[in-house]
């Protein structure tokens, strides 16, 4: 009994200790809000710091749809298929530099990301990928 007892109190403080790291490392993570409508994104241009940003993309268009970062014609990160009237979570890794947005359908004109700042390593890794 004594051996199950200290076996589930380290489990729980083990999970503790990751979960209270985990919390504090998204905590630090800038949020953005993007709102895609019909005909475009909400807002055009976006600037951020490079690094993690986690974007909330909102669909407020009457079609399923989706939202990437574009780096020329690499898609750097993207979000497909998600319905009218929800929205998805996506955190990105960016380098400094100038990316588009596609803002739902491919006939929509293309919104503009603007990452400013020093490049991270993280970022570095994720972009030599």
């Not at 083990?14 to 790291?21: G, T």
């Not at 990301?113 to 972009?127: C, N, P, S």
Request: charged share 20%; glycine share 6%; net charge positive.
């Amino acid at each position: 009994m004594t051996i199950n007892f200290r076996r589930n109190a380290l489990q729980l403080s083990v999970a503790a200790l990751f979960s209270s790291a985990f919390m504090a490392n998204a905590a630090n993570v800038p949020q953005v809000k993007v709102t895609v409508t019909d005909k475009q994104c909400e807002p055009m241009t976006i600037t951020v710091n490079a690094g993690k940003t986690q974007f909330i993309i909102q669909n407020h268009s009457q079609k399923a749809l989706e939202w990437e970062i574009l780096k020329g014609v690499m898609v750097v990160e993207e979000r497909e298929k998600y319905r009218p009237g929800f929205s998805q979570k996506m955190t990105a890794n960016l380098q400094p530099g100038e990316y588009d947005m596609t803002c739902g359908l491919l006939t929509n004109p293309k919104g503009k990301l603007i990452v400013k700042g020093e490049a991270t390593a993280d970022a570095a890794q994720v972009m030599r990928c």
